[in-house]
């Protein structure tokens, strides 16, 4: 187990070094335009792809890094470009882990390369688990996978919500219900090929913020997916649900509800360190503002009420550094999460976005306000860190619960 360590080594610093680039001069200079065309960026995707950001080798190898620190130094540098374009980058590679984590190694070499595509014909992949009655309360999840034995398939048949990549992906990643009766305990993976009949796209929304990226609806009506769909097998799933059945008895059969999404904890850290990314963007414009706006013959900096603004914004950044590098370390050395430190990263984090990108628009003043500065798209982009991968009232009641080990509600 890797020591925890505040400094990135020499490989990690190029690594950052690199990303850095790309993000400054590939991603930044695209962002204003893809984010008035509210489309997904084919073309800087297949940029990513061609120089390897864009790949399952590159997301591995920061996911499996021992220190923890490389996946969230990549998140930070990638959404310091933009939001909306990095997770239209990095969107497949959550649906991936989903592959990875609870895959056969056959289901993670079969799926995961045509998650990608290759640098001449770039895919996405789409995560889809929420759905309009389900946000918050996973366990109330209406989608249903029942299974066909006589053919070996499974049959879905619901309707996903806000799916990143949804209706325009190669592969998606979908969660039903195999038991309504266990709540979350009873909800499996599923792979839905690419051609599958019966899948459909739904509404595309029109956002306020991360509108590089793609959010859709996904209908499915009748899919039946080959027996092998199943993420992890079917023998996996029914050992799985004879022990949550047992528990379920013994808890007198009660429905088992997870409105909190525990399950999650270990990725949250990953959405933390966007929003670092986004939070270190916009400081940085207003610090640079600062400087070189003079009125009353001075810069604005040399106010009190504007440098203290800044400091205040500089150190709340790197708190929340901090945070999701523990919990990125604590998650990739096994460490249990005794506090909820994963959900506190994700918590202080996205509020911390929200915050620092809404005090860079002010301190640009009106020029803050306009499409002319990229602040004001910042700040847009901020909001969705408080509301995705489990709202900030969500995160407070998994640190509560978890805190005092009460079923707070
Ligand atoms: C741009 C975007 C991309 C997304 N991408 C994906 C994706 O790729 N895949 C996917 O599956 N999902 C995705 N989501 C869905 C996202 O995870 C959900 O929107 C989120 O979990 C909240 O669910 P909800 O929108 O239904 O809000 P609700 O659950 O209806 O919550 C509404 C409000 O009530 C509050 N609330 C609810 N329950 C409680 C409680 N018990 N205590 C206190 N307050 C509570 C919430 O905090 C919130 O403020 C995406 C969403 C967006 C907007």
């Known amino acids: 187990m890797a020591e925890f360590t505040m400094e990135l080594n020499d490989e990690q610093k190029e690594v950052r070094d690199w990303l850095h680039g790309f993000a400054a001069d590939v991603i930044r200079p695209a962002a204003a335009e893809w984010d008035e065309r509210e489309e997904t960026p084919w073309p800087v995707i297949q940029e990513a792809a061609k120089v390897g950001i864009y790949s399952l080798d590159f997301y591995a190898q920061q996911y499996f890094d021992p220190t923890g620190l490389g996946i969230p130094m990549a998140m930070e540098e990638l959404f310091w470009g933009d939001a909306g374009i990095a997770l239209s980058i ?10 990875l984590a609870n895959g056969t190694e056959e289901q993670i070499g079969t799926w995961i390369p045509q998650m ?16 309009p009655d389900a946000g918050s309360d996973v366990a ?40 309504p009766e266990l709540g979350s ?93 986004t ?14 706006r003079e009125q009353f013959g001075r810069p604005i900096i040399d106010n009190q009420g504007v440098a203290f603004q800044l400091a205040d914004m500089r150190t709340q950044i790197d708190a929340a550094r901090l945070l999701v590098w ?3 370390w604590m998650a990739i050395s096994g460490k249990r999460f005794t506090a909820a430190e994963g959900s506190m990263s994700k918590l202080f984090a996205s509020e911390t976005a929200k915050k620092v990108t809404a005090q860079a628009i002010q301190i640009l003043g009106g020029n803050g306000y306009t499409r002319e500065y990229p602040v004001e798209r910042m700040h847009r982009d901020a909001a969705i860190y408080t509301i995705f991968e489990g709202t900030s009232e969500i995160q407070r009641l998994v640190i509560a619960r978890t805190l005092s080990g ?3 509600r």
Request: proline content about 3%; glycine content about 10%.
């Open 326 to 328: 523990r919990a990125s």
């Open 140 to 179: 109330s999840m209406r989608t249903r996978a029942v299974y066909d034995e006589a053919n070996d398939e499974w049959v879905i048949n619901g309707t996903k919500t806000w799916a990143t990549n949804g209706g325009i992906a190669n592969v998606h990643v979908v969660v039903a219900s195999v038991d």
């Open 279 to 292: 939070a270190r963007a916009a400081y940085e414009v207003a610090l640079e503002y600062a400087r070189t």
């Open 406 to 408: 009460m079923p707070i």
């Open 116 to 131: 990608y595509g290759d640098a001449t014909d770039v895919k996405v992949a789409a995560f889809c688990s929420s759905e």
């Open 90 to 99: 990095v969107g497949t590679g959550l649906a991936a882990v989903g592959v």
């Open 185 to 277: 305990k009873g909800h499996a993976s599923f792979i839905v090929p690419p051609g599958t009949r019966g899948l459909a796209q739904g509404q595309k929304f029109k956002k306020h913020g991360i509108r590089a990226s793609h959010t859709a609806e996904v209908v499915l009506d009748d899919v039946r997916v080959p027996g092998s769909c199943l993420l992890g097998g079917k023998e996996k799933l029914d050992e799985r649900l004879a022990r949550a059945r047992e528990k379920a008895k013994a808890a007198g059969g009660e429905r088992v509800k997870n409105a909190a999404m525990a399950t999650f904890e270990a990725s949250r850290p990953a959405v933390g360190a966007m929003a670092v990314g």
